[in-house]
């Protein structure tokens, strides 16, 4: 029995597993966020490498230089067509669509990282740091291993503030400014915080020697040994 396309008449062939003749499977997966956000990231796996980036573009450079007028300007409107039909199609995926394909690209591209740093590598992103960078400083961080010296000075800038309360100086900053958000922290600060606040900003515990004298010495008999 002949089997036809469930998107149009075409014939299917008798190996056929998708339903659908090979123009409407591709056309189906390609306005599919998922699909797309998987082969994206392959994508970028493969340019990561140098050597496939070198020779990619080598491949290119012949490809253009060797083209004729004619293929260059069936490639220039075939360019233009496929514009106007991703554009159309983008518009066809939903909000739902589009943030669980977000967050299964997130679990792709951060698949090295625990999803209690993400947070942490988001920032540091968000901050201005580079996204290897980043990575570098929260592998660092996750195996307590030394922290590199761009993030060691902030930590140490921000060593008056105890760490259960960087979120409400964070806060605080955002709203009044950083001079003003220490001036208020600092003056909530308990006389432990402070004392921590100093241990970890490098202060040393340094024991206290006692400088009290001694009274004088008594024999059994209760008579100062001194006047004896």
Not at 11 to 17: F, T, W
Not at 25 to 36: E, F, G, I, Q, S
């Amino acid at each position: 029995m002949t089997r036809t396309c469930m998107s149009c008449p075409n014939e299917l062939g008798p190996r056929n597993q998708t339903g659908r003749c090979k123009s409407c499977a591709t056309r189906k997966n390609n306005v599919d966020p998922l699909l797309a956000a998987k082969r994206h990231a392959g994508i970028r796996r493969r340019f990561e490498d140098p050597a496939y980036r070198e020779q990619h573009a080598a491949r290119c450079r012949v490809r253009n230089r060797n083209m004729s007028e004619e293929t260059r300007e069936q490639r220039r409107k075939h360019g233009l067509t496929l514009v106007g039909t991703l554009a159309k199609a983008s518009q066809q995926i939903t909000k739902e669509q589009r943030v669980a394909a977000g967050i299964k690209r997130s679990a792709t591209m951060l698949a090295w990282c625990p999803v209690e740093w993400r947070d942490k590598y988001r920032d540091l992103c968000k901050r201005g740091r580079r996204a290897a960078e980043a990575k570098r400083i929260v592998l660092d961080l996750i195996a307590a291993r030394s922290v590199p010296a761009p993030y060691a000075n902030q930590r140490k800038i921000l060593a008056w503030c105890p760490e259960s309360r960087r979120a409400e100086y964070t806060k605080l900053q955002k709203a009044l400014g950083a001079v003003e958000a220490r001036r208020i922290l600092e003056a909530d600060l308990s006389p432990f915080e402070r004392q921590m606040a100093r241990i970890n900003a490098g202060a040393q515990v340094v024991a206290v020697p006692d400088t009290r004298t001694g009274g004088p010495a008594y024999t059994l008999g209760g008579i100062a040994s001194g006047m004896l």
